[in-house]
Structures are given as structure tokens and as C-alpha cells.
């Protein structure tokens, strides 16, 4: 598909950026129907289990198209290692009964993309954590908190740092001084630090929905000023163009020069800078997460995950397992940086 201009095709860099992209909007809206287990269930006896044995032949040795799930018996209670029982085992099912939850909430479900339908022999692909509790479920619900409130922080932020700077780029020069002077005090300041110390001036013990509010407001209060600098910028550039001078002489209001003539002008680089706060604003939730200071268990985080890694017999075992947040975290900063990286090659080959 040829873009608005007549331009070349997508790049492979922002397919694969979309795709990624998609992939991780697509768990944060059914990370309920994907997740096999309730995030914070507990099997007691099974800490720090394995992934689960699969195996794709039945009884008669014929191959089949659904696995069979074996159970995982614990060898050593001290050093929690694991071997396959193969006397007891289930095999896997598509859209099994589970856990309820309620999609989009509130279309009430118990219905899940995978498990078994033995209560004795679950399916854990990324094993269990030290208190039994299944990681991938656990992994996925994380994924859609962290999209969530990133995405709704950056989306703020974006909105008031555009309107900002809009206003200054067009306003008078006190007005503009005023936004430009707050706004690079608020960049001057290091972001990471103001956030951990309004977090920690709020008890540590808050609800999953007043955690999101609380983060929200701190992405959006870090995050505005280098959109208005960038907006404020591109505004006072575009503003001396020719049709931009003859829509005023024509009396055409500044609202609306503002909104009909210039914004439309100036959208790509913003929508690329909005794109590019999103990775920064997720390494933030899971720094504070990480630090003790974020979402509280049993509430999974990526951060709270990551800082359960801190086994080095573990570690060295099931390396894979135990950093699954740090490679989702990777792997969110580079879908957004293809994304913006193929967007920025069709756009420097428009203005060619």
C-alpha cells in the first residue's frame, strides 16, 4: 500500500515493528483469555518447577497433533530440582474451563486459549516461580499492565506537551517565554529521580488501579516538556511559511491556523516523539517495580519479576525463564524502534 503522498512501500523494518507491536497490543487486550492460570494461584508444592515435559505421541507411540502434558516430581527438595513423572500426565487442550475473569471487562468468561483439563497436571511453559505461581500467566498479565498505563501516560503527556507548544509557538513572546522557561526546568531535571521520589512519598501498599493512576500522572508530569519543545519548535518554523501568512492576512483566527493548517504539518515528527516515550516510560514502571516501589505483589510487574531473578543457582539453570520480563522489555523498545525507524525512512525519502 502506497502511503498518503505516493511514496514507497512499507519498509521490512516497519512491518516487523508493526507486527511486534500488534503482537503485544494483541496480549494486553486478552492476556485473561491467553494466560492458562490465574496469575496469582499457588502450587505450594511445586516451587520453582521446570517448563513442563511435552510430548507430541500418545500410549501407542502414534504421533498426535496435541501434546501430552507430564507432571513434574520434585528430586530434591533443597536444591527444588525436577524430573518428568511420566506416570501421570494430561494431555492439552484447546479453549479449556478455567479461572473467570471478565473481557473487555465485563463480558464474563471462563474459557482460555490452552491447559489441561486435569486439576493435578498443569501446562507451565515458562515453569513456576519460588511460590508456585504459574510465570507465563503471570508474565502476561504484567504485559498488560505495563501497556496499559505506558500507553495512557504517554498518550497525556503527548496531548499537553502538543497543547503547550502550540500555544507557546504561536502566543505572544512573554507567553512563549513562560512555557519554554518551565519547560526546559521540568527536562533539566532527571526524570527517573523525580519519579522515585513523588513515588516513594505515597504509601508503598496501593491498589493495582491507584498504582495506574499514580503512575500516569507521574509519566505525564516527566514526559510533556520535551513535546512542547519539539512542538514549540516546529510551530515557530512552520508559522513563517507563505500559506500560513496568507491564511492570517486573510483573517483567518489563530485557533484555527493553529488546528486546520499547521498541526496537520507538523503531525509525523510528533506522532514519531509520542512512539519514542513509550519504551522510556516502560523502563521507568519496571525500574520502580524492580526497586520495591512499584506494584506490590501478588500483583505481577515486569520490574517485580525481574527482581525474583536474584537466585544464581536458578539463574544459571533456567536463565531463559528467569529473565522472560527483560527479553519482553527488549523486544517492546524494538518493535517501537523499527516502527519509528521505517516511518522516518519513508518520510526522508517523501522529502526528497
Known amino acids: ?154 498518550i497525556f503527556a503527548s496531548l499537553l506537551g502538543v497543547a503547550l507548544g502550540l500555544v507557546g509557538g504561536y502566543a505572544g513572546k512573554v507567553l512563549d517565554t513562560v512555557i519554554a522557561g518551565v519547560a526546559d526546568a521540568v527536562i533539566s531535571l532527571p526524570a527517573m529521580i523525580v519519579i522515585l521520589a513523588a513515588r516513594v512519598a505515597f504509601p508503598l501498599e496501593l491498589p493495582p488501579f491507584t498504582a495506574a493512576i499514580l503512575l500516569v500522572g507521574l509519566f505525564t508530569f516527566t514526559g510533556w516538556a520535551e513535546m512542547t519543545r519539539l512542538t514549540r519548535g516546529l510551530v515557530k518554523r512552520t508559522r513563517t511559511l507563505d500559506y500560513i501568512t496568507a491564511a492570517r492576512i486573510s483573517g483567518v483566527s489563530g485557533g484555527r491556523i493553529l488546528v486546520r493548517h499547521i498541526l496537520p504539518n507538523i503531525a509525523r515528527p510528533l506522532l514519531t516523539q509520542a512512539t519514542l516515550i513509550l519504551p522510556a516510560f516502560l523502563l521507568a514502571e519496571a525500574t520502580l517495580s524492580f526497586l520495591g516501589v512499584g506494584l506490590q505483589e501478588p500483583e505481577p510487574s515486569l520490574g517485580n519479576m525481574l527482581a525474583a531473578a536474584n537466585d544464581l543457582t536458578q539463574l544459571r539453570e533456567h536463565a531463559f525463564v528467569l529473565l522472560s520480563p527483560a527479553i519482553v522489555i527488549a523486544l517492546f523498545v524494538l518493535a517501537v524502534r523499527l516502527t519509528n525507524r521505517g516511518f522516518s525512512s519513508n518520510e526522508n525519502s517523501e522529502s526528497v
Do not use: W
Open 1 to 154: 500500500m502506497k502511503n498518503r503522498l505516493g511514496g514507497s512501500h512499507l519498509s521490512l523494518a516497519t512491518k516487523a515493528g508493526l507486527a511486534l507491536a500488534g503482537c503485544f497490543v494483541f496480549v494486553a487486550i486478552f492476556a485473561d483469555f491467553l494466560a492458562p492460570y490465574d496469575y496469582a494461584s499457588q502450587s505450594r508444592d511445586q516451587p520453582n518447577a521446570p517448563i513442563s515435559t511435552l510430548s507430541f505421541k500418545n500410549e501407542d507411540g502414534r504421533i498426535t497433533v496435541m501434546p501430552r502434558v507430564f507432571a513434574s516430581k520434585m528430586t530434591d527438595a533443597l536444591r527444588q530440582t525436577y524430573e518428568p513423572d511420566t506416570a501421570m500426565s494430561a494431555k492439552a487442550e484447546l479453549f479449556t474451563k478455567g479461572y473467570s475473569y471478565h473481557l473487555f471487562g465485563f463480558i464474563p468468561l471462563e474459557r482460555h486459549l490452552f491447559g489441561t483439563s486435569s486439576d493435578e497436571v498443569q501446562m507451565n511453559l515458562l515453569g513456576t516461580d519460588a511460590l508456585g505461581r504459574d510465570r507465563l500467566s503471570r508474565l502476561l498479565t504484567a504485559i498488560r499492565f505495563s501497556l496499559i498505563v505506558c500507553t495512557i501516560g504517554a
